[in-house]
């Protein structure tokens, strides 16, 4: 698979291990990132009521609900 800086630091900051402020053009994948960390929170077993998942949208929230 090849890679960009841009994907790079989306990987990066998916890691729930790291904390991270995500700051970014609309249509960038903030969502893609915040809903691929809670993923990972998920599979390591991680309580869903333990997450907190803060956006500025209605519709971003809407899409991790859907997610």
Do not use: F, H
């Amino acid at each position: 698979m090849i890679t960009n800086d841009a994907t790079k630091r989306q990987i990066e900051a998916a890691d729930p291990k790291a904390s991270t402020w995500l700051a970014a053009n609309a249509g960038s994948g903030k969502t893609r990132v915040l809903t691929d960390r809670v993923a990972r929170l998920l599979l390591e077993g991680v309580s869903p009521q333990k997450i907190l998942c803060l956006t500025y949208t209605k519709a971003a929230a809407s899409e991790m609900q859907n997610r």
